[in-house]
Structures are given as structure tokens and as C-alpha cells.
């Protein structure tokens, strides 16, 4: 069901404006993002079979909308490292605070991020941080997943781009 609201919203925004180019982002971390949310819900994990499969499919997505719009691997490149080396950078000092799978996560989403504005990136990592510590306040100690707090800014970000 979450899968359909989301893709619902990018079938508004392609009908609204949104370049066929670009459509593509959105769905793929639309799907990926409610699947990684139940796992990381559930279960508390970010699987690899999940994690690593998206950075060629989201390489090609952003190759594709490189073609049509130039200065977007710049872009993407820039927003893969700042995302996953500022996640990286919390697993390396406080391993306890963030789990392998939101590194490996956090690559992907900047590369998406990233091709929308370098700019977004901060953004998205401060909303996913915020949205973390919420969720911690609400449910106390223990382990809260932190993936579905950067998903949802990614895909807002993904699918309300503001492409002319």
C-alpha cells in the first residue's frame, strides 16, 4: 500500500511537470524505501541484498537524467560522499549510534540527493538525524532504525525536485 501512495504522487508530479527522465528516481526509491522501512522496522537491519543491489540501479537512473540535464554527476558524485562519508564518519567514531546497513544506505541516497542539488544533502542528513532523535524520544532507549528517517527526506526531495 505504501508503495502505491508513493508512486501515486510521482504519477501526480509527471502529470504536473516532472521531466519522464526523472521519474524513474522517485519510484525506485519510493519501492526501495518502504521495503528497506519494514526491514529496518522489523528487524532492525538494512540488508546488503537490498543496500548494495540500488548503487547500479540508481548509477543508471542518474545517468540517464545526466543526459538531459548537464551538471548532474557533479552533483551525485558530491552528494554520494558527503551522505556516506558523514555516515561512515558516525559508524567510525560512535559504531554503537549507526548500523553498517545505514552506511551502505547512505551512499545510494546521496547520489540521488545529490543529483538534485548538492545543497539538499545537509538537508536530508539533518531531517534523518531529527527524525531519528523523535523516534528515539517517542520509544525510548534501545535500538531505533534510522532508515526509514533518511528514506523519507530522500524521496521528498526525489519527487518534489523542482525541475523546470
Known sequence: MGVGVLWAAVAVRIAGGMPWWWAGVPLVVGWGGVLLSVCDIRAYRL???FTLPAYPVVLAL???????RPGVWAGAIGGG???GGVYLLVRVVRPEAMGPGDVKLA???GLVVGAVSIGAVPAVIAAAALGTLVAASRWGRGAIPHGPAALVPAWLVTAFAPWP
Open 62 to 68: 542518474v545517468g540517464v537524467a545526466s543526459v538531459h
Open 47 to 49: 540488508p546488503d541484498v
Open 81 to 83: 560522499v558527503l551522505f
Open 107 to 109: 551512499g545510494s541516497l
